[in-house]
């Protein structure tokens, strides 16, 4: 029994010192949270999405509780109701959130295009990406196998005719697509920037209209149309210049691909 105890009192005397150390150093080395971060936590609605521009809704209210001039209206997916939940909570002057919907910048659909390989693999963009960078004939346009469509938390995406196409009502701006897309393909536009370029094909204009008959041939016709200076051909690419740009749809009346749209966002 003796033995027993001279085993065992050692332990608890450590265990109760180690335990006793422990507390000392939560107290002295304890992080004090800002007591509005759970208030602002809650405001948000959890998307995790980082349309924002941060690293989830975690992220983004840390950084409103301690960085002043962090906007409360960053968050695309709650809106205008967030963003005043936000204004409120935090004692700031409420700015309304500018409604963002994602586009497709690719026409390549089945009528206009033709795979390159008959791809038996895994249904997935990315996956499909990694062989001979992807199935059709645009190595730049959309594969077609619906990662974004899977990704949508809203489900506003649908593969129609081989591309995806977005459903402007029904998305939310969160940016999930954009992130998802293998080729860098979509991007959140405003009600501001209804005009778009639908191609991303950066070859010459004869190789792009080989390969797809909707594709930007960088001819230039809308570059010298537009009288605002809002459109350039880069890299064999028509260019907006959203900063320039007031919609007026000329750059669309002139362009010979008809690759560049006017949508309704």
Do not use: W
Request: net charge neutral; aromatic share 4%; glycine share 10%.
């Amino acid at each position: 029994m003796e033995a027993i105890l001279t085993a065992v009192i050692p332990v608890l005397i450590i265990g109760v010192l180690c335990a006793g150390m422990l507390v000392i150093a939560s107290k002295l080395m304890a992080v004090k949270e800002d007591e509005r971060f759970p208030k602002v936590r809650e405001c948000l609605p959890g998307a995790n999405c980082g349309a924002c521009g941060y690293a989830g809704c975690d992220g983004y209210a840390k950084a409103l509780v301690t960085d002043d001039s962090v906007p409360a209206n960053l968050c695309i997916p709650g809106g205008a109701d967030v963003a005043r939940q936000l204004s409120e909570t935090l004692g700031v002057e409420f700015a309304d959130v500018e409604k963002k919907t994602a586009v497709v910048h690719c026409l390549g659909n089945c009528d206009a295009t033709e795979d390159m390989v008959e791809y038996k693999g895994m249904e997935s963009c990315a996956a499909a990406k990694m062989i001979f960078g992807g199935k059709g004939k645009c190595g730049f346009g959309c594969i077609g196998l619906g990662d974004c469509a899977k990704a949508c938390p809203e489900q506003a995406i649908c593969i129609n005719k081989g591309i995806a196409i977005v459903n402007p009502p029904e998305c939310i701006g969160c940016g999930v697509c954009v992130k998802t897309c293998p080729n860098s393909l979509i991007s959140l536009h405003g009600a501001t920037s209804t005009t778009v370029v639908s191609c991303s094909n950066r070859d010459k204009g004869a190789v792009t209209r080989k390969a797809c008959a909707n594709g930007c041939i960088g001819c230039k016709k809308c570059e010298k149309t537009c009288q605002y200076d809002a459109i350039k051909v880069t890299n064999n690419l028509a260019v907006i210049d959203y900063d320039k740009c007031v919609s007026c749809g000329e750059c669309a009346k002139v362009c010979m691909a008809g690759c560049i749209r006017i949508y309704k966002l």
